[in-house]
Each structure stands twice: as structure tokens, then as C-alpha cells.
């Protein structure tokens, strides 16, 4: 996949998830700002849609757990499992698993009309703290070197890669890293037009840069990284578990009572 076309797909990501809380919060806002008891939302012409047994309530549902459970399960076997090794590349495979997760979150929070109590109260809560503990992981994640299909990268292999580009940064355009006494490229710049390297090349000599500069930052801050890391699953797994745990119950509850929604009416 190419940089261009992967920028694109994870800017409509975000788009798609943006784009649902903005048409929900408008279409529902009159609904939902009211007081979650007393008369005023039963009196209001969307109850019926938007509660959470309603047509559209449901649905949200509906649709926001499968799009959790997709994500979910799918990133795991993709991880996990032998048989789907070639599947794609896991880097693609987690970012759909947090597109997918962070859409179904946002359905779910609607579904709940904002009216939270009682067992669902834990579940949902759950899911809050493994949406937002997601987002802290997918940070620390990406701090971590390491290759396209996801293996993490050794302190070796990341010398090795810094110190291939500090080569071709010396090599190429006379560029001493060691010897930089700043991070601004202005100033780099002039050492560059003083020896007539052409100006196509100053981007790719400020990309070289920055990825030598990240590299050095990361390198540094390995060993904290990867600790934190394995401190965040701590958090991560055991919620996540509750939550599908609690949404099981839910879901045989509601079919018990026979909220089918579209399905076997």
C-alpha cells in the first residue's frame, strides 16, 4: 500500500467516525439533553427512536457491538493465529481493529441515550476505559520501532537502521549528525546551498533528519517503552474481558425478552 493511499484510508477512518457523532448529536440533540428521567424525554416525539429499545436506539446497538466484535476478534485471530499469517499486514489489521472499535463505541454510547445504571453501567464503563486505554496503547505502540508486519524491532536492528541513515546523510549530502549543533533545518539549509546540493534534494535531506532524530528519541527511551507497554495490557485485557463478559449477558438478556429489533419479528 502506498503512503498516499494510506494516509487517505486512515484519514476517512477518522472521517467516518467523526461524521457519526456529529449526524447522531444533531438529529438527537433535543432528545438526548433532556433529563434521562422523569417525563420530558417520554413526551418527546424521537423517544420512541432513540431510546435504547427503539427502532434506531437498538439498531445502534446492534450494529455498535458487531462492529466491536469484528474488530476485536478479527485483530486476534489476524495476530494470533497460523492460519492467517498472510492475511495482510498486521499493521493494517490493528488500524482497522481501533477504526471499527472506536465506531462501535461511539454507536454503543448512543444506544445508551447517555442513561447509564445497574450492570450495563459496569459494562459500558469497561468499554469506556478499553477505548480510551486503546487510544494510550496505539500511542506507546507506534513509539516502538518495528518492521511492517509488526515485530518489534531489537536495539541492534534500530542501531543498524540509525546508523544507515547517518550514511547516507554523510555520504550523499556531507551531513554529520554528531557534529549538528542544531535541530533547525533553516541552518542546515545554508550548509547545504553552500555546497551546491540541489534544492530536490533538500526534502529528502529534512526527512532523513527527522527520522534520525526519532530514531535517537526512541532509542533512548526503549526500555521505558516497552515496560510501559506490557504495564498497559495490565489495564487493557482485564477490561476488555469484563466488558465482553457483561455484553454477552446484555445481548442474551435483551433476546430473552424478546428485543429482536429487525431480526425475527
Given at each position: 500500500m502506498?503512503?498516499?493511499?494510506?494516509?487517505?484510508?486512515?484519514?476517512?477512518?477518522?472521517?467516518?467516525?467523526?461524521?457519526?457523532?456529529?449526524?447522531?448529536?444533531?438529529?438527537?440533540?433535543?432528545?438526548?439533553?433532556?433529563?434521562?428521567?422523569g417525563a420530558g424525554r417520554l413526551d418527546h416525539p424521537l423517544n420512541e427512536l432513540l431510546k435504547p429499545n427503539g427502532f434506531i436506539g437498538h439498531g445502534l446497538g446492534?450494529?455498535?457491538?458487531?462492529?466491536?466484535?469484528?474488530?476485536?476478534?478479527a485483530y486476534m485471530a489476524r495476530k494470533r493465529m497460523k492460519v492467517f499469517a498472510r492475511w495482510g499486514v498486521l499493521k493494517y489489521w490493528l488500524e482497522v481493529?481501533?477504526?471499527?472499535?472506536?465506531?462501535?463505541?461511539?454507536?454503543?454510547?448512543?444506544?445508551?441515550s447517555f442513561k447509564f445504571g445497574g450492570l450495563i453501567s459496569i459494562g459500558y464503563w469497561s468499554l469506556t476505559v478499553v477505548f480510551l486505554s486503546g487510544l494510550v496503547g496505539r500511542f506507546i505502540y507506534i513509539q516502538i520501532p518495528r518492521t511492517i508486519e509488526g515485530r518489534e524491532l531489537?536495539?541492534?536492528?534500530?542501531?543498524?537502521?540509525?546508523?544507515?541513515?547517518?550514511?547516507?546523510l554523510n555520504e550523499k549530502f556531507d551531513i554529520k549528525v554528531s557534529e549538528l549543533k542544531t535541530g533547525r533545518f533553516s541552518e542546515i539549509k545554508l550548509k547545504l546551498i553552500s555546497k551546491k546540493i540541489p534544492k530536490k534534494d533538500y526534502r529528502?535531506?529534512?526527512?532523513?533528519?527527522?527520522?534520525?532524530?526519532?530514531?535517537?528519541?526512541?532509542?533512548?527511551?526503549l526500555d521505558r517503552l516497552q515496560k510501559l507497554f506490557k504495564h498497559w495490557h495490565?489495564?487493557?485485557?482485564?477490561?476488555?474481558?469484563?466488558?465482553?463478559?457483561?455484553?454477552?449477558?446484555?445481548?442474551?438478556?435483551?433476546?430473552?425478552?424478546?428485543?429482536?429489533w429487525i431480526f425475527f419479528k
Open positions: 502506498s503512503k498516499f493511499f494510506h494516509g487517505l484510508l486512515l484519514t476517512l477512518y477518522t472521517l467516518v467516525v467523526i461524521a457519526a457523532i456529529v449526524w447522531l448529536g444533531y438529529i438527537g440533540f433535543t432528545y438526548y439533553k433532556l433529563p434521562v428521567e446492534v450494529v455498535g457491538t458487531l462492529l466491536i466484535v469484528i474488530g476485536l476478534f481493529h481501533i477504526f471499527l472499535c472506536s465506531l462501535g463505541f461511539v454507536l454503543v454510547t448512543f444506544h445508551t531489537s536495539i541492534r536492528e534500530i542501531n543498524d537502521y540509525k546508523a544507515q541513515l547517518d550514511n547516507e529528502k535531506v529534512r526527512r532523513l533528519l527527522r527520522n534520525e532524530r526519532r530514531l535517537r528519541w526512541r532509542i533512548k527511551r495490565v489495564i487493557h485485557l482485564p477490561f476488555a474481558l469484563i466488558m465482553l463478559i457483561i455484553m454477552v449477558i446484555h445481548v442474551g438478556v435483551a433476546l430473552y425478552f424478546g428485543y429482536s
